[in-house]
């Protein structure tokens, strides 16, 4: 999982809302507004009703999740068993009645991890739960042993003399202040520590829970610095370090193989159900295929494609006849490049307008509480700052100001309750203000109206990214109920005669 800081071309419409996939402060679930029954709801109710009916009684959805966990499993970009699993999910399409599956073309990165370990050598000995950086180069063969420098934020080591952090290794510990701020110093450590002169970067894992798990992800190194080596730690050893460093120094061995190698050809896989009047309008939904090479890839973001591929499947199974297209679209390499969000932009061109919604989710498939709309500069991951300058303060999610929305987005936020109300039964009747994620932020960032679901968000950053994103931590019930709302979403946006508004901006990754 990766997001997207936006920044607006207009007025900032809507600030992030207070949810997990947000990357708000920890234990704040969203807080979104109550569903209005209005047309949509007296117009869809009766097929909306047999959708959440054949979604809550459906269990091949989480069939094919379990097959491609357990049978397929890890798919980091450049692996063969991503695309084995590319060829699995286009098949799938194929075997479920969608029409127009293909495979289309993407080269992606290839990263391999290799060998790796670390491990305090003084004052004390002990093995570091450690996992490297994706994207990051490795140490030399030997490895790199040196003292270490521990600091909180950029700003402590910023104010650190050169000399005091050349040829050391930097532990960043910035605690736990929510996703945002533990992915800013994961992804823009390694290169801010470079700045310093030095060798190598360790950083705190971007979780709350201390299970002596570390949590990987990509890092992205600045071209200008030198691409020092990069690893995460579990919770419990960058605070053990911490409370050593407060005694004396410190010294860490450091050694990973980690490499960069050929792209390679992998691809988006697509299918779809074709509009019945307007077959060139689509609305498109999915999640990202790819995975982390550790744990089964099983919330994040197996969850994701299985729950919005059996949403659309089920349309197709009760023989619902949208007006407009709905496609499905595994997305390809989300975690560590977006080079499938952007060849999707690509291939649909100059026809970005008949991009009518765009539903992406990659939060895994906890309970429900309803719908996120608008990524109106629904904050992602905080950009990190450049090497030298003071870390600004995350500022804490706000709420929707309504006073500052067009008529066409007030008008859109009426839709959305609406449609909301129709989801009542399985309890996910709300609508928070913000939505979308970075594979589809290619083309929402080109105006195209941004969804994604908003869960109860209790568990995902305790196994992402990590070898317990396992097929047991996905409950069945509550993967059922976000395929159920996916579902009913997706059909009436298809198919009702209005088209919710959306906004141009700039993203940043």
Not at 52 to 78: V, W
Not at 238 to 256: C, Y
Not at 380 to 399: D, I, K, L, N
Request: net charge negative.
């Amino acid at each position: 999982m990766k997001r997207f800081a936006v920044i607006l071309t207009g007025a900032a419409l809507l600030a992030p809302p207070p949810t997990f996939a947000q990357m708000g402060a920890p234990g704040q679930r969203p807080t979104g507004m109550p569903a209005v029954a209005g047309p949509l709801a007296a117009k869809y109710k009766t097929d909306a009703d047999k959708i959440l009916t054949a979604a809550m009684e459906d269990n091949e959805g989480y069939a094919d999740l379990a097959y491609l966990c357990d049978h397929i499993g890890k798919r980091i970009s450049g692996s063969p068993q991503l695309n084995t699993a590319i060829e699995w999910g286009a098949d799938l399409m194929k075997k479920a009645g969608l029409q127009n599956v293909q495979i289309q073309p993407v080269m992606v990165p290839h990263w391999v991890r290799g060998g790796e370990s670390a491990a305090l050598v003084g004052p004390v000995k002990k093995p570091l739960h450690m996992l490297g950086l994706g994207m990051s180069v490795g140490t030399s063969k030997e490895g790199t042993t040196a003292d270490v420098v521990f600091v909180h934020d950029f700003a402590e080591l910023d104010a650190l003399p050169d000399a005091q952090v050349k040829g050391k290794i930097v532990v960043f510990n910035p605690g736990w202040k929510g996703y945002g701020v533990g992915s800013m110093y994961r992804t823009g450590g390694a290169s801010h520590a470079a700045a310093k002169g030095a060798a190598a970067m360790l950083v705190r894992s971007a979780t709350g829970l201390a299970m002596k798990t570390p949590h990987t992800g990509t890092l992205r190194y600045d071209e200008k610095q030198t691409k020092i080596p990069a690893a995460a730690i579990s919770v419990e050893d960058a605070l053990m370090i911490e409370r050593l460093s407060k005694e004396g120094p410190v010294k860490v061995h450091l050694q990973m193989d980690a490499h960069m190698e050929e792209d390679v050809k992998a691809g988006n896989v697509m299918g779809e159900i074709v509009g019945s009047e307007h077959p060139e309008q689509v609305v498109v939904l999915g999640g990202h295929i790819d995975s982390w090479d550790v744990g089964q890839g099983a919330q994040d973001d197996g969850s994701g494609i299985m729950a919005t591929f059996e949403a659309v499947s089920l349309i197709h199974k009760l023989g619902l006849k949208p007006k407009r297209t709905i496609r499905i679209v595994f997305w390809v390499n989300e975690e560590n490049g977006g080079a499938g969000g952007r060849a999707y932009r690509q291939l649909i061109g100059d026809k970005i307008g008949d991009q009518v919604a765009a539903i992406e989710m990659d939060g895994g498939a906890e309970k429900p509480l309803g719908i996120g709309y608008g990524g109106f500069g629904g904050g992602r991951r905080p950009t990190p700052p450049v090497p030298g300058a003071v870390a600004a303060p995350v500022a804490e999610p706000r709420g929707m100001d309504e006073s500052t929305l067009s008529p066409a987005e007030k008008q859109s936020f009426v839709y959305m309750k609406d449609i909301a109300s129709l989801l009542e039964s399985i309890g996910a009747n709300t609508v928070s203000p913000g939505g979308g994620g970075s594979d589809i932020g290619p083309i929402t960032t080109d105006g195209v109206p941004a969804l994604s679901p908003a869960t109860v968000g209790d568990h995902y950053f305790d196994w992402h990214h990590t070898e317990a994103d396992t097929l047991d931590k996905v409950d069945v019930d509550s993967f059922k109920r976000n395929t159920a709302m996916l579902s009913v979403v997706a059909y009436v946006l298809a198919d009702m005669d209005g088209r919710l508004a959306g906004q141009k901006s700039v993203a940043r990754e």
